[in-house]
Each structure stands twice: as structure tokens, then as C-alpha cells.
């Protein structure tokens, strides 16, 4: 992938509240706030930051399941409700699974690039608390090939990265990389307690290592995995202005509040085929590798990584297929601090999927506006230090298991 | 005939009862799950869910339908297994519906009480009567050259009378479930002296499958469970009849109340407990039980003229509690019955007197809710105990007479031969009563 051929900012983000188990005010047999709603929170906490409606030339919506979730199709349609000001404006959808999130941002970007829009609203959601969770299983499922839902688990994408955890422990050893995956959990739980949007914020549970050191129970869930080694099922939305120059001036934004796109790693796997090696994220190293190439810079550069922890194995795989430890070793890398706030190269610190929740069409956009929060210094008690000598981020948004896959390098503007 | 042919045709009397209902829920689910398992799936099963009211048997549809699909959810990765070979149930919402048809495809709810002599086996969950109970028997049981096995769940009536009275010739056991069925692991299992092996056998086979903890009992009216509760609910009464020379009535209710459950570490106290049973029930086992244990005088003249003056307790059919020795505002107690006011009078009028006299809890205090999810209760109940038997107060003194007379309660039923060991007596309180220790214990020696 070439250098992009023209400056591409993302600025004024927002984020609602990740919703589900764990928030107070989540009460699961009440009434909550719909797709619709979560859509304008956020839509309309961008609008106010880039100076009104006016200023979006086009809005693109990543969703996964609306029509199963809330029986929602048509989303680009929901755009125009965010503000009369974008009624009759070019608006899309898009999907694909987890990584929708990242596929609106991908798409705002080739706008901006084709220069036929200088600023785009992006915006993520999903709406899955409308079932329980084993219905929810099913929904989530068609991120899988639908061939493989009847011999799948019934949790079956836990299923999936129970057996990659399965395989992972056999060939690098169970007790330490469990050990890893708790700290993950730690990591996450201690970073989503700064932040008040996360789904983990009110999370108090004293000693977290032990909490995720728990047993697995292969005869209520799977074998390999435990409830606190998952994501959890979420409501949100979140959403961000992508801008060319003339974008942002427009809107009257100084670069310095925004930041710059300056790689992007978009890949495809074919859904149809199963991993080659189970212990390795392939399409998620391919993607990042190609961000970094169109960036121009190694891994060595970057400040800080959002990555698509849907579960806890899936973090420390990402910390491989980034390049930051060699096949094997992520668990050393996490367990030695690195992936911590206070680490080298601090990861999801926000709080990720596991803390700051999963809202999975969401997911990919919250991802960004936590790393533009952190390049400008807008990320208040989750702030945390960016190095001159390493000035980037990254972000790896995954749709699927390890199928569809967006990477993209950040620099503040 | 083996375990699963014995499955193939079974009747509930009683099924839309509180505890009819909850066996039918078991039973069916069985029965489904004997039904899937390879070999045995194309054998047609019948369940008779047999009761007096049409009215009574749709909220027992209902109730099997929910209860079903939540079970349902929860075993979704055996379920899964169980229906990986149709190919037509792919999601998760597939199977669990199958699985809510396949059970209540089962069922065969009737107000005909005679189809139940069609079955192999009949529990009876009918009202704890005994006339009643050897009528329903005569017309299924009694005669029938199918000679079908009956399972009673009666709470306090002798096997052995059951068997003779109705002429089974052995061929009946008590199987007494707790409290809701579906959801109590405790059975009490009760051979009479003439219960066959076959039934036994067949009786623990079914307990181990419904995954429940057996405890047998001798058959003596009342079994060990009632037999504990019943001499335990007169200790009450004499205790609060005793209390009564230096306070009202109310007052005395409301202290062998608190200290039954505060001081003794108990999850309701004891009037919240025949409350919750309901106290016409109790009446009913206590009139089972005192003519056939002759010298105890197991008989509350204060029962009888509370359900004089229509004070009964018990549940409405959401679930709520009624009002019986004590009042109830959400669930929780508000106030104390005077028979001679014949009115309620609220806690907030005596509470506070009532709470200095028996002074305060030892400490570090230990709550019911505490005990019993603490891997560690052994000591902390041995602490707070300790603390109890050196304190000077009121309270200390009523909640060591109660702890010590619960004690002997269990001994003698340990002496009488009625339960084979302190074991199986404490067994039956902790899981039976939820208590956080059993009533043989060293805390009241
Ligand atoms: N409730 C308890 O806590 C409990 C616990 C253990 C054992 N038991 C015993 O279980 C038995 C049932 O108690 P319950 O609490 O479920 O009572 P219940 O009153 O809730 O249920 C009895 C059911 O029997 C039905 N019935 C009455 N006459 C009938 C007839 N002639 N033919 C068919 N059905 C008839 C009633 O309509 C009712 O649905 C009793 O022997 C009781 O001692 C009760």
C-alpha cells in the first residue's frame, strides 16, 4: 500500500456509554434506550464539535446485526435523524462483523481521499442487549460461516477462541499464558475504571487476577475459556469526523486537535476456509503489516495500540501478529508489564473490549476516538503519556475470526 | 420392566398443586431425556398430569413452558449434543424450542382422574389427607392387575399405613420432595417395612438422575424433616407462651421470632418459617403426627385458634406471602398478630423495646446470607457461637435454650431410629431448611 496521496484527519469524537452487566444502571428487564438513539447520542456529539451539519459532506454507518438484533435494516437511512441538517446528504452502511466499526471509518476515509468529501460523519453501533445472551450467541454467530453454526459451540465464537486458546496452550504451555490472560483482564478492568463510558467503570472486585484465574467449565461454557476471558454483550454507539485539510479548516479546527491518518491496512480472509495455523492471527498480521509499510514507519515507532481483545487469547495473539513478541512470547510481553498502563507501549487504554465493552458495529470507531483522545490529550484520567521519539498509534479492529481486518496508523495533526 | 419402559407411562394426582407441578416439571423432563437418548427415541411416553380444575391445569402448562425453556438455556451445550444428528435445529433458539416440544409433548394434562390406573407409575401430590389420598388410590391403585408402583409425597402420614390401607401390597414408598421441587435438591426417601426392593431401587435411580441428595428416613409419621420442624415450632410457641408472663403477646412473638433467626444464625425465624409453610399445613401434620407418637403432645392450641380466626399464611399465587403470625409488606415482616385484638400490630411499636431487652448480638456478628457463602463458616460460626454461650443477656439466654433444644430434637430422632445418623438429620436441615449448620452440633452441647 502506497503513502496516502492526501492528508486524511479524524477529529471530534464521541463515545455513549458502553451498556450492559457490570453498569449500575443497567437493569436488563427495563427498558432501554434503542438503536436510534444511541445513533443521534453520538452523531450529535460530533455535529457539536465540528460546528453543525453543515460542515458533513456525507455519513456512513458500521453495523453488524441491527436486523437481528432490533429488527433495523436500512441504518444509512437513521443518519439523517441525527440533525435535519443531514437529510438529502449520501449516506451508506456497512458491514462486516466485528470490524464494521472499522469498514465506516475505511470508507469515510476513501471519500476524503477521492476528494469527494472533505468531511464525513463515521459512526459505529450495535444494540445487543435485546436477547439473552444465547440467542445473542446466534446472532453473533453469522459472523462465522453459517455451514459451521450446527456443529459449532453454543457459544460459538467463544467456541472458536476456546479452540485457539486450546491449541495455544499445548504448543506454549497452559499456566503461563493463562496467567497472561488474566493480567489482560486486569489490564483492562484497571484502565475501564478511569473511564466513565466504559461498561467495566463500576467494576470494584478486589483481587482481578483471581477472579479470571477461574477454572473453566467446559459443561456450562467452553473448554478452554472462562466469562471473564470474553468480551461482554453491549449497547453504544460511538462515532468521529473524518476531514481533509480543507475539511477542518473549514469547520474552523486547528490539525493540532485533530489526527492524521497516515497508514491503513485493510485485508480480507476467505471466510470459508478454517486457519492455517490456529495459534497465529494471520489476517491480523498481514493488516498491520501493511499499515505500518503505507505508514512508513516499524512497530518500534508506535506510542500506543487499540486491538480487538473479544477475548482475553485474542489480545495476547494481536500482541504477536502486531510484531511486538515473537510466536510464543506475547504472554511474556504482557506478563512483564508492557501491554500495561505504565508499560512501553501501553494497549487499550480505555479499557478495550473486555473493559470498556463490545459494542460490536461500535467497536472499531470507539478504537479511534480513544486514540484521538490520547494523541490530543483529551483522554483525561486515562491520559497517558505519548513519547516524541514514538509519536503513533495503532489500531486493529477484527471482523470475524481473524476474517475481516482494518489497521490504521495514527499521528496527531 | 426396566428404568426407561417404567418411564413410558406415568401419572402425577395433584399435578397442578405447588408441589404437583414442580414434579411434573421434573418428571417430564425425564421422560424426554430417556425418550432422546439413542435406543430409546421412537417409544411413545405419556405423562398424566391429573388434577380437579382445568382452570388449575392451564397455569400448569404455562408454568412447564417457562420452567422448561429456562432449563432449556441453561444445559444448551448438552442440548446441542443431544440433537447433533437434526440437521434441520442449527441455532441455539432451534433447539431450545425442540426441547420445550419434546417435554411437554409429554404431558397430558386431565381432569379424568382414572387414566392414571393406565400407568406404571403414580405420584401422588394431593392434599396431605389421608381419606382423601386412600380414595384417589382405591380408584388407580388398589385392584389394578397392572399392579403400578406409587410414589407418595406425603409429608407426615406412615408409609406402612398408607400401604395397608389402601391395599398395595408394597408396592408404594414415600418419595417426599421439598419445596419447590424443581429447585430443592433434599428428597427424603421413606421404605415401609413392606416397600419392595424393586421400587426402592427404582426410586433411587430416578433421585440420582434428577441429580437430588437422598437422605432415608425411617417411616415414622413426620419423617425426619417435619420432625425436626414441628417439635421445633412447639419449642417456639412454649418459649413465646413462657416469655408471655413479662410481656404481651406480640412482643413475645416477636422476640422468639429474632432470636430464631438473628441469634440462631437461621434464614427466616421460625413464625416467618410456619408463616411461609402456612400454619394450616402445619396443623394438618401436626394432627398426622401426635396420635401415632403418643407422650409428646405434639399439638398447638395457638395454631388452631389463629386458623379459628382465619389466620393462615401461606402463598398467593404470585408467589407473595400472606399474612400469619406475622404481617408482610414486600415480602419482608411488618408487624405481629393479637389474637385478642384480632388485628396486626406494627413492628415500629415495640421493636425498638423489644430489641434493648434482648440485648445486642454477639459480635463480630454473623448474618444467615454471610454464613452460608463463607468456604470459612465453621469457624466463623464457632466464634460467634462462642461469644453467644458467655454472654449475660436475654437474647444470649433464649437463643441457647432454642439451639439446645433443636439439638435434642435431632438426637432423639437419631435414638428413636427415625434418621440412620446425625449425618442424614443435619443433612436434611442444611439442604432441606437451608440452615448454616446442623442442629447436632458442638456450638449448643
Ligand atoms: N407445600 C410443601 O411445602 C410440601 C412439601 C413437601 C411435601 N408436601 C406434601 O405434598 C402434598 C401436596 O401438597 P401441596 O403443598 O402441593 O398442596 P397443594 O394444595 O398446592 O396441591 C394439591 C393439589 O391437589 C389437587 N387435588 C385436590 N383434590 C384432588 C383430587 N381429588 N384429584 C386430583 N387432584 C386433587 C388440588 O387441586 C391441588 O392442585 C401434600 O401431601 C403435602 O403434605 C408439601
Known amino acids: ?413 | 420392566m426396566d428404568y426407561a419402559e417404567r418411564l413410558e407411562n406415568v401419572a402425577v394426582i395433584g399435578a397442578a398443586g405447588k408441589m404437583g407441578s414442580g414434579i411434573v416439571l421434573l418428571l417430564a423432563m425425564e421422560m424426554a431425556d430417556v425418550g432422546l437418548k439413542a435406543g430409546n427415541g421412537s417409544r411413545h411416553r405419556v405423562l398424566h398430569a391429573v388434577d380437579v380444575s382445568h382452570q388449575a391445569l392451564g397455569g400448569l402448562v404455562k408454568y412447564l413452558r417457562e420452567q422448561v425453556q429456562k432449563a432449556a438455556e441453561k444445559r444448551i451445550v448438552a442440548l446441542r449434543t443431544v440433537y447433533a444428528d437434526r440437521a434441520d435445529l442449527v441455532d441455539n433458539g432451534d433447539i431450545v424450542r425442540q426441547y420445550v416440544n419434546d417435554v411437554l409433548d409429554v404431558v397430558r394434562p386431565t381432569t379424568t382422574l382414572e387414566v392414571a390406573a393406565e400407568a406404571n407409575i403414580i405420584f401422588e401430590a394431593a392434599p396431605e389427607d389421608l381419606s382423601l389420598k386412600l380414595k384417589l388410590f382405591a380408584r388407580t391403585a388398589t385392584d389394578n392387575p397392572a399392579r403400578p408402583w406409587v410414589f407418595t409425597n406425603t409429608s407426615s402420614i406412615p408409609i406402612q399405613e398408607i400401604d395397608e390401607k389402601a391395599r398395595l401390597g408394597g408396592r408404594v414408598m414415600g418419595f417426599h420432595f421439598y419445596n419447590p421441587p424443581a429447585v430443592q435438591k433434599l428428597v427424603e426417601l421413606i421404605r415401609s417395612r413392606t416397600t419392595t426392593d424393586e421400587v426402592g431401587a427404582f426410586a433411587e435411580a430416578l433421585c440420582k438422575n434428577l441429580r437430588k441428595i437422598v437422605v432415608p428416613s425411617a417411616d415414622r409419621a413426620g419423617f425426619i424433616g417435619n420432625g425436626h420442624f414441628m417439635r421445633d415450632l412447639l419449642h417456639a410457641v412454649e418459649e413465646a407462651g413462657r416469655l408471655r408472663a413479662g410481656m404481651p403477646f406480640v412482643e413475645a412473638v416477636y422476640c422468639v421470632n429474632r432470636v430464631s433467626q438473628d441469634f440462631l444464625v437461621r434464614p427466616m425465624g421460625i413464625f416467618q418459617l410456619v408463616d411461609y409453610v402456612g400454619l394450616d399445613v402445619c396443623q394438618c401434620i401436626l394432627a398426622v403426627m401426635n396420635p401415632r407418637i403418643p407422650g409428646e403432645n405434639l399439638h398447638s392450641p395457638l395454631i388452631d385458634r389463629l386458623l379459628e380466626q382465619g389466620v393462615r399464611g401461606g402463598q398467593n399465587h404470585d408467589g407473595s406471602q400472606k399474612d400469619g403470625f406475622l404481617q408482610y409488606q414486600q415480602g419482608k415482616p411488618s408487624g405481629v398478630y393479637d389474637p385478642d385484638a384480632k388485628r396486626y400490630l406494627a413492628f415500629t411499636e415495640f421493636q425498638a423495646a423489644c430489641d434493648a431487652r434482648l440485648g445486642p448480638l454477639p459480635e463480630p456478628g454473623l448474618p444467615w446470607k454471610v454464613a452460608v457463602r463463607d468456604p470459612a463458616r465453621e469457624t466463623l460460626l464457632a466464634q460467634f457461637f462462642g461469644a453467644l454461650r458467655s454472654m449475660d443477656t436475654a437474647g444470649a439466654e433464649l437463643a441457647r435454650r432454642y439451639g439446645a433444644r433443636s439439638r435434642d430434637i435431632g438426637l432423639k430422632l437419631v435414638s428413636d431410629e427415625v434418621a440412620h445418623n446425625a449425618h442424614d438429620v443435619n443433612q436434611v436441615l442444611l439442604t432441606g431448611f437451608f440452615h448454616a449448620y446442623g442442629p447436632i452440633n458442638e456450638f449448643f452441647a
Open chain 1, 1 to 413: 500500500m502506497n503513502k496516502l496521496r492526501r492528508n486524511v484527519y479524524m477529529t471530534g469524537g464521541y463515545n455513549t456509554v458502553s451498556m450492559g452487566t457490570g453498569r449500575k444502571e443497567f437493569h436488563p428487564k427495563q427498558s432501554r434506550p434503542g438503536l436510534e438513539d444511541y445513533i443521534c447520542e453520538a452523531g450529535r456529539g460530533v455535529l457539536q464539535q465540528v460546528g453543525g451539519a453543515g460542515n458533513i459532506d456525507e455519513g456512513v454507518i458500521g453495523n453488524f446485526m441491527a436486523a437481528r438484533f432490533n429488527s433495523q435494516g436500512n441504518l444509512a437511512a437513521l443518519i439523517p435523524a441525527i440533525d435535519a441538517g443531514l437529510q438529502w446528504k449520501p449516506c451508506s452502511r456497512v458491514e462486516g462483523a466485528c470490524c464494521s466499526g472499522a469498514l465506516a471509518l475505511s470508507a469515510g476515509i476513501k471519500s476524503v481521499l477521492a476528494e469527494t468529501a472533505d468531511m464525513v460523519l463515521a459512526v459505529g453501533v450495535e444494540v445487543q442487549n435485546t436477547v439473552k445472551a444465547i440467542y445473542g450467541a446466534d446472532i453473533l454467530a453469522a459472523a462465522g460461516w453459517s455451514r459451521e453454526r450446527k456443529a459449532g459451540h453454543a457459544y460459538f465464537f467463544p467456541g472458536k477462541f476456546s479452540d485457539r486458546a486450546g491449541a495455544y496452550y499445548e504448543k506454549y504451555g497452559r499456566d503461563r499464558t493463562r496467567k497472561a490472560m488474566a493480567r489482560w483482564y486486569r489490564n483492562a478492568i484497571e484502565n475501564a475504571r478511569l473511564c466513565p463510558t466504559a461498561q467495566e467503570y463500576h467494576n470494584t472486585s478486589a483481587d482481578l487476577d483471581a477472579v479470571a484465574l477461574a477454572e473453566p467449565n467446559p459443561r456450562s461454557f467452553v473448554d478452554h475459556l472462562n466469562v471473564f476471558d470474553c468480551s461482554k454483550v453491549s449497547d453504544g454507539a460511538s462515532a468521529i469526523a473524518i476531514a481533509s485539510a480543507d475539511g477542518l479548516k473549514r469547520a474552523g479546527i486547528p490539525t493540532s486537535a485533530a489526527v492524521e491518518i497516515v497508514g491503513i491496512g485493510q485485508v480480507e480472509a476467505d471466510l470459508t476456509r478454517p486457519p492455517s495455523d490456529p495459534t497465529r492471527l494471520e489476517t491480523t498480521r498481514r493488516a498491520v503489516q501493511c499499515a505500518l509499510e503505507s505508514a512508513g514507519i516499524t512497530v518500534d515507532r508506535l506510542a500506543t495500540v487499540e486491538t480487538h481483545d473479544c477475548f482475553t487469547i485474542a489480545g495476547i495473539l494481536a500482541v504477536e501478529a502486531i510484531g511486538l513478541a515473537d510466536p510464543g512470547k506475547g504472554p511474556d510481553f504482557v506478563l512483564d508489564g508492557q501491554t500495561a498502563r505504565g508499560g512501553h507501549v501501553p494497549f487499550n487504554t480505555t479499557g478495550g473490549l473486555i473493559g470498556w465493552g463490545h459494542p460490536t458495529g461500535a467497536t472499531g470507531v470507539h478504537q479511534a476516538v480513544t486514540i484521538w483522545e490520547q494523541l490530543t490529550g483529551r483522554a483525561h484520567r486515562n491520559q497517558i503519556e505519548i513519547p516524541t521519539d514514538r509519536p503513533y498509534a495503532l489500531s486493529v479492529n477484527m471482523g470475524g475470526d481473524d476474517k475481516t481486518l482494518v489497521a490504521l496508523v495514527y499521528r496527531r495533526g
